[in-house]
T-cell receptor, first 111, second 114 residues
Framework: LAKTTQPISMDSYEGQEVNITCSHN???????ITWYQQFPSQGPRFIIQ???TKVTNEVASLFIPADRKSSTLSLPRVSLSDTAVYYC????????????FGTGTLLAVQP | GAVVSQHPSRVICKSGTSVKIECRSL??????MFWYRQFPKKSLMLMAT?????????EQGVEKDKFLINHASLTLSTLTVTSAHPEDSSFYIC??????????FGQGTRLTVV
């Protein structure tokens, strides 16, 4: 059973900042929060991962409040090529820990 | 980052035949690999966990005699769809984790059974 809840879909326009929020009320103490991006007919691609507070890389930022029961993926200035499904997952580290996917959020970027 | 390669990217087979899909970790050793199936407009569904040198662990509802998994080495896992039928047509994706917290996914295999 998926441990996360996200909006099914979101719409945006090119150049806007997009924030996708994920709920993970039962996150375990050792769990990390990871976001993946998936284009049609491709495997998911890692975007960003965090444990608490804020993480930023060259493509996105991840905001995690102190209680860690939710997280927000922020995509600055989206373009048409950012149209994809975005998945939020929680998992402990380690090679044997499996990842269970929720429904994901379909982000549609309009021109 | 680490790379997971999956082959073939797409395959069409006749009903009743078997199809083998390979998943390789190219620059790290993966003691565990994961196999997912994804139907159109749906999320990834975990099918099984593939352990090197031992039997795979299947998720509830996945037929182990239908979906044969072999993890013969630390860099190769295979999924064989036996006696394929049109309802087995789907997108199959493998995944592996190295010693970090990040998982890496293959490109996926589009299976069409006619």
């Amino acid at each position: 059973l998926a441990k996360t809840t996200q909006p099914i879909s979101m719409d945006s326009y090119e150049g806007q900042e997009v924030n996708i929020t994920c709920s993970h009320n039962n996150i375990a103490t050792n769990d990390y929060i990871t976001w993946y991006q998936q284009f049609p007919s491709q495997g998911p691609r890692f975007i960003i991962q965090g444990y608490k507070t804020k993480v930023t890389n060259e493509v996105a930022s991840l905001f995690i409040p102190a209680d860690r029961k939710s997280s927000t993926l922020s995509l600055p200035r989206v373009s048409l090529s950012d149209t994809a499904v975005y998945y939020c997952l929680t998992s402990t580290g380690g090679a044997t820990n499996k990842l269970i996917f929720g429904t994901g959020t379909l982000l549609a970027v309009q021109p | 980052g680490a790379v997971v390669s999956q082959h073939p990217s797409r395959v069409i087979c006749k009903s009743g035949t078997s199809v083998k899909i390979e998943c390789r970790s190219l620059d790290f050793q993966a003691t565990t690999m994961f196999w997912y199936r994804q139907f159109p407009k749906k999320s990834l569904m975990l099918m099984a966990t593939s352990n090197e040198g031992s039997k795979a662990t299947y998720e509830q509802g996945v037929e182990k005699d239908k979906f044969l998994i072999n993890h013969a080495s630390l860099t190769l896992s295979t999924l064989t769809v036996t006696s394929a039928h049109p309802e087995d047509s789907s997108f199959y994706i493998c995944s592996a984790r190295d010693r970090t917290t990040e998982a890496f996914f293959g490109q996926g295999t589009r299976l069409t059974v006619v």
